[in-house]
């Protein structure tokens, strides 16, 4: 019988709100706070991209102080820019870096340089950029010249928060209104946040329009919990018997909440107290508990709300009666690994019945979980995963880089060990 969880748990910040917090905090005018900053890896490498480009940011711990010299007082890096594993300092960065008046250069590690940037390059361009693959793959590295933008409207092929944020910051720098309009709507943090810093911006639908600012002003935030992180938590009560938990202070903004609503929907007994608004982000603490689960459907217009959190997902999934499905996700495939490689190749080591499809995968429930050595493809998301996996199985689960959760969650196994009591 495997341990139950018991407790109450803060999360660390929201990566997404930490990044967009580093970025406009450096091209705003005057003082940027960030409460509950998420210190992971991912967020680092932000921070170290921003200092490369002049300015001064004061970490100490979670709290962030950045000085910003306004939209034109970044200057120019010595050096190649390296985003680390930061899919999302890579993207929105380059939309800061086009709009500047010098050249520069960015890159990351191995997982970044096979992941596509020209979902980026092809709108940067159509606003005049000059950036370009410098392997000509359509991959980092990114070179950077500078140039004069002009606005464009752009009608997006992905409903991806990462090409929106970038095309819409490459916007302040830009000649006329320059408008986004996505297939689906994804996370709209960078729309909340341009707007508490006084960005001209107007959503209407799936269109989110901004206008060149003079200036956006320095801010005081206080980033909310990341739903990503207490996704591994709401998966482990929800299928460990016996377990009761409260998780705090979680964000649940309505382009994010995707795995509250399959949760439930597979039976998960998930109840939303106290909620109110912080930083102009809904917030509420999360009381899960041990459920019955069933198999559902995930597809359609709620995936880029729960993007992430497929992986575990698709572990819930595994621990349910009945057969789910997961389509529309072709997304997870240029993710830090290909997520439905990763999952379909780790799930079946560990006993479940899955085929992996072009864009999901189908996954027979109620299969009981025998351990198995994990193949992580030093993904953050597929290592926690199989970390709550492992207090499923009936054997020994081994994970090749356990310490890669450091991404996006460093206090991970600490969390883990609190909740089961250890
Ligand atoms: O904008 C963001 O902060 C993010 C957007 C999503 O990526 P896409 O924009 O590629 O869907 C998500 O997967 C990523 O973890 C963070
Ligand atoms: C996809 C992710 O992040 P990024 O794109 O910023 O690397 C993630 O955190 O799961």
Redesign the pocket.
């Known amino acids: 019988m495997p341990q139950s969880l018991h407790g109450r748990i803060r999360i660390p910040g929201d990566?997404s709100i930490s990044h967009r917090g580093i970025m406009l905090g450096s091209i705003a005018r005057g003082m940027t706070e960030l409460f509950g900053f998420l210190d992971g890896a991912?967020c680092r490498s932000s921070i170290a991209c921003f200092r490369q480009l002049g300015v001064d940011i004061i970490q100490d711990g979670d709290h962030i102080r950045i000085l910003g010299g306004g939209l034109h007082g970044l200057q120019q890096p010595k050096e190649i820019l390296n985003v680390g594993?930061?899919?999302?300092?890579a993207r929105l960065m380059s939309g800061i870096l086009a709009g500047q008046s010098f050249p520069s250069s960015l890159t990351g590690d191995a997982s970044i340089q096979r992941r596509p940037m020209t979902r980026i390059i092809d709108p940067l361009h159509a606003m005049g950029a000059r950036i370009r693959s410098r392997r000509d793959d359509g991959c980092a590295p990114l070179d950077i010249e500078p140039s004069a933008l002009r606005g464009i409207d752009y009608l997006s092929p992905l409903a991806s928060a990462?090409v929106k944020s970038s095309v819409l910051l490459a916007g302040l720098y830009a000649q006329g209104k320059t408008s986004v309009t996505e297939p689906a709507k994804s996370r709209d943090h960078s729309e909340r946040m341009l707007r508490a810093f006084g960005a001209d911006l107007i959503e209407d639908g799936l269109t989110v329009s901004i206008s060149p600012n003079p200036d956006l002003t320095g801010q005081k935030i206080h980033v909310p919990g990341d739903i990503?992180s207490a996704a591994y938590w709401i998966a482990a009560a929800s299928i460990i018997p016996g377990s009761e938990i409260i998780i705090e202070n979680v964000n649940i903004n309505p382009t994010r909440d995707g795995i509250l609503h399959i949760a439930r929907a597979m039976g998960a007994d998930i109840e939303e107290i106290n909620p109110h608004t912080v930083s102009q982000e809904p917030v509420a603490d999360l009381f899960v508990r041990s459920a019955e689960l069933h198999g559902t459907r995930v597809d359609g217009p709620i995936i880029p709300r729960l993007i992430?959190e497929i992986p575990v997902i698709a572990l819930m999934a595994a621990c349910a009666e009945g057969e789910t499905t997961i389509a529309d996700a072709h997304e997870l495939r240029v993710?830090?690994s290909d997520r439905i490689e990763s999952m379909v190749k780790n799930l079946s080591a560990m006993g479940v019945s899955v085929t992996g499809t072009d864009d999901g995968m189908v996954i027979c429930g109620g299969a009981s979980l025998r351990g198995a050595d994990i193949v992580t493809c030093h993904d953050?998301?597929i290592a926690m995963t199989f970390a709550v996996a492992s207090l499923l199985a009936d054997g020994p689960v081994h994970l090749d880089d356990p310490d890669c959760v450091s991404?996006?969650y460093p206090g991970f196994y600490r969390s883990l060990q609190l909740l089961l009591g250890q």
Do not use: A
């Open positions: 990566k991912d594993n930061s899919g999302t300092t990462q990503s992430d993710k830090e953050h998301r991404v996006s």
